[in-house]
């Protein structure tokens, strides 16, 4: 049997991230949130998930520098990464995805939508097969 696949959920909006992590196990992953940078990266470092949700803006550490320390540690080079927020201006998109972000989603999500991004993601980056 194949070990469960960890999610990483970090958002510092209390009720988005309790909606996230409740359909990633819905899901059948194993998830892990923060709700803020710090603790965010802290978690990915120490856990190495297979995918992070990671907001752009919240306190601490940004999710921008999140994602440029997430992409500079080697043993996170096939962790999947999908940046979200509300905002949906063109240059936060484009900056995400230049830092290594796997694709962005824009809030609210469609949750159904965010996981098939993520499992189509963690095919072509980490090779991993449903």
């Not at 958002?11 to 990633?24: G, I, Y």
């Not at 194993?30 to 995918?51: C, F, I, Q, Y």
């Not at 803006?57 to 979200?84: C, K, S, Y």
Request: hydrophobic share 45%.
């Amino acid at each position: 049997m194949q070990p469960k696949l960890t999610a990483l959920i970090v958002d510092d909006e209390d009720s988005l991230r309790k909606l996230m992590v409740m359909r990633f196990e819905q899901e059948g992953f194993r998830v892990l949130s923060a709700n803020n940078g710090d603790d965010g990266l802290m978690l990915a470092e120490t856990e190495k998930p297979h995918v992070v949700i990671l907001d752009i803006i919240m306190p601490g550490l940004h999710g921008f520098e999140v994602i440029q320390r997430i992409r500079q540690n080697p043993a996170l080079d096939r962790t999947v990464v999908i940046m979200t927020s509300a905002k949906s201006y063109k240059p936060d998109i484009e900056a995400a995805k230049k830092l290594g972000a796997d694709d962005y989603c824009i809030k609210p999500a469609d949750f159904d939508e965010l996981v098939a991004t993520v499992w189509n993601h963690l095919k072509l980056r980490a090779g991993i097969s449903l």
